[in-house]
C-alpha cells in the first residue's frame, strides 16, 4: 500500500515534466511535440488495453500516406508498442493459453515459413535486401501471437472490427472527398494508403466487415447503423480506384458471398447485387470515357504481364529454391533476354524495379515452391479458423458472433484474391486479418466449454 502511494505521489510531478518537455520541443518544431504526446497517449492505451493496442494498428494500417519520420512509420512505431506490450503482458499475466500451445501446427508453418526463407539466403544475390525480407516477414507473423493475446472476448473482437471498418471508411471518404488530379496517378483515387490498387483491396475488407457488423444482433443500433454508412463509402471507393483487379475480387465476393454466409444469404446477395447495380450505372453512365476505357481495356495489365512472364522465367530456372526472398527486383534483370516476345521491360530496368504486382507468384519466385507451400498453409489454417469459428457460433445460436465471422471470412476472401494482382505479402492490413482467425475459433471455443454465451446480448462497445 504505501509504494502505491508512493507511485501516485509521484505521478503529479512526472506529468508536470512531462508536459514541460513538451513545451519546450513544441516551442522548436511543434509536429514533433503532437507526434510525441500521440505516441504517449497511444502508449498508455496500449500498455492498458491489449486489444485497444491492436484495434488502433489495424486501423493505422489504412492511413499508409502519413508522414514518416526516417524510416519509421506512424504505423511501425504503433506496432513497436504494441510488441513490447505483448511481451509485458506475457512476463506479467498469468498463463491463460498461447497460439504456440494451442496451434502447434500454425506455429511450425510459421517457424518453416521464416527458417526456409532464412535459408535461402545462401543462394541469394543481393544478402541485404533479403534480410530485410525476412525481418519484414518476421515482424508480420508476430501479429498472430500478439492477436492471440489480444483479442480474448467478444468486446475485443468487435472493438479490432470497427477499427478496420472506421479505417476503411477514412480512406474511402479521403480517395472520394480529395481525389487526385489526373495527371497523378492517372486520375484515380488512391485515399489514404497512396496506391489506387492496395486501397480497392482494403476497401474490400472493410466492406466485408461492415456487412458483417451490420448484421451482426448483438449490436448496438448506432453500430449497426455505422456499418450500414461504411458500405456505399468502400463500394465507391473501389469503383474510384480503377483497379481492375480490386473490380475483379470484388466480382469473386459477388459470386461466393451469397454461398459463404449462411442464414444471411438472401440479405447478403440483395447487399451484393446493389452494389453490382452501382458499380454498373457508374461506369456506363457516371464514369469519364478514360475511366470506361480502363477498366474495359487491360493493355498488358500496365505491364503486369511482363512482371508475371520474368517471374514465371524465375520459376522455370529456380523451381524449388527460387531466386532468394527479397531478390525478385535485383534478379529480374537476368531473365529478360531470353526467348520470347517482352513488352514493357523498361519496368525491370528503371531505378526502382517493380515486383511482380502477384503476392502468390512473388513468394514463389523469390522462395520456390516450398515457400509458396508454406504460406498457403498459414493462409489457409487461418481461413479454416475463420470458418469453424462460425460453424460453432452457428450451432450454439450465438447469431451476432457467426454473422461477425463471416464477415471477416468474406473480408480475407476478398483481400487474398485482390492480392492475386498486387504485391501485398508484407501487408500489414493482411497479417491483421490472418491472426483474427485463431484468436476467434479460441474464444468461440472458450465459450463452448464454459457456457458463456448469449445470443442478443449487448456487447456494450462504445465505439
Not at 87 to 104: M, N, V, W
Not at 170 to 189: D, T
Not at 329 to 341: C, I
Request: glycine residues 12%; charged residues 10%.
Amino acid at each position: 500500500m504505501a509504494a502505491r502511494a508512493r507511485g501516485v505521489g509521484l505521478l503529479a510531478p512526472s506529468a508536470l515534466a512531462t508536459a514541460l518537455i513538451l513545451g519546450l520541443v513544441a516551442a522548436v518544431n511543434p509536429l514533433v511535440a503532437i507526434g510525441v504526446a500521440l505516441g504517449l497517449v497511444f502508449a498508455y492505451v496500449v500498455f492498458s488495453d491489449l486489444a485497444v493496442g491492436f484495434a488502433v494498428l489495424g486501423f493505422l494500417s489504412f492511413l499508409e500516406v502519413l508522414p514518416t519520420s526516417g524510416g519509421l512509420s506512424l504505423s511501425k512505431g504503433a506496432g513497436l508498442l504494441l510488441a513490447m506490450a505483448w511481451l509485458a503482458r506475457l512476463s506479467t499475466r498469468q498463463r491463460e493459453g498461447d497460439l504456440f500451445s494451442e496451434y502447434p501446427v500454425l506455429t511450425w508453418l510459421m517457424i518453416g515459413f521464416l527458417a526456409w526463407a532464412s535459408l535461402t539466403l545462401v543462394w541469394a544475390g543481393q544478402t541485404g535486401t533479403g534480410l530485410t525480407a525476412i525481418s519484414r516477414y518476421f515482424l508480420d507473423m508476430l501479429l498472430l501471437p500478439i492477436a492471440f493475446s489480444a483479442v480474448r472476448t467478444r468486446r475485443d473482437l468487435v472493438v479490432v472490427l470497427a477499427a478496420i471498418a472506421v479505417g476503411a471508411f477514412v480512406a474511402a471518404a479521403f480517395g472520394i472527398l480529395k481525389p487526385p488530379s489526373p495527371e497523378v496517378i492517372e486520375g484515380r483515387a488512391t485515399g489514404t494508403i497512396g496506391d489506387p490498387n492496395e486501397l480497392a483491396a482494403a476497401l474490400l475488407v472493410g466492406l466485408a466487415l461492415a456487412a458483417g457488423l451490420m448484421l451482426s444482433r448483438g449490436q448496438s443500433a448506432a453500430v449497426r447503423f455505422g456499418a450500414l454508412v461504411v458500405i456505399p463509402f468502400c463500394a465507391a471507393g473501389i469503383f474510384l480506384s480503377l483497379s481492375r483487379g480490386g473490380l475483379v475480387a470484388l466480382a469473386v465476393l459477388l459470386l461466393v458471398g451469397p454461398l459463404l454466409a449462411g442464414r444471411w444469404r438472401p440479405a447478403m446477395a440483395g447487399l451484393l447485387v446493389l452494389v453490382a447495380a452501382a458499380g454498373f450505372l457508374y461506369f456506363t453512365q457516371i464514369a469519364s470515357l478514360p475511366a470506361r476505357e480502363r477498366i474495359t481495356m487491360s493493355n498488358g495489365g500496365s505491364g503486369r504481364t511482363a512482371l508475371w512472364t520474368i517471374a514465371l522465367r524465375m520459376v522455370d530456372a529456380h523451381p524449388i529454391e527460387g531466386v532468394g526472398v527479397g531478390n525478385f527486383p535485383a534478379a529480374s534483370p537476368n531473365y529478360v533476354l531470353q526467348p520470347g516476345v517482352l513488352e514493357e521491360d523498361q519496368l525491370i530496368f528503371s531505378v526502382a524495379p517493380k515486383v511482380t504486382h502477384n503476392t502468390y507468384l512473388q513468394i514463389l519466385a523469390e522462395m520456390g515452391f516450398l515457400g509458396l507451400i508454406l504460406f498457403l498453409g498459414i493462409v489457409g489454417t487461418s481461413l479454416l479458423c475463420v470458418l469453424r469459428a462460425a460453424r460453432l457460433w452457428s450451432r450454439r445460436g450465438a447469431v451476432g458472433m457467426e454473422a461477425l465471422a463471416r464477415g471477416v471470412l468474406l473480408g480475407l476472401i476478398g483481400l487474398l484474391v485482390a492480392d492475386f494482382f498486387i504485391s501485398e505479402m508484407y501487408g500489414k492490413l493482411l497479417w491483421t486479418m490472418l491472426a483474427l482467425g485463431p484468436a476467434m475459433f479460441a474464444i468461440a471455443r472458450r465459450e463452448a466449454t464454459d457456457g458463456s454465451y448469449a445470443e442478443d446480448e449487448r456487447l456494450g462497445v462504445a465505439i
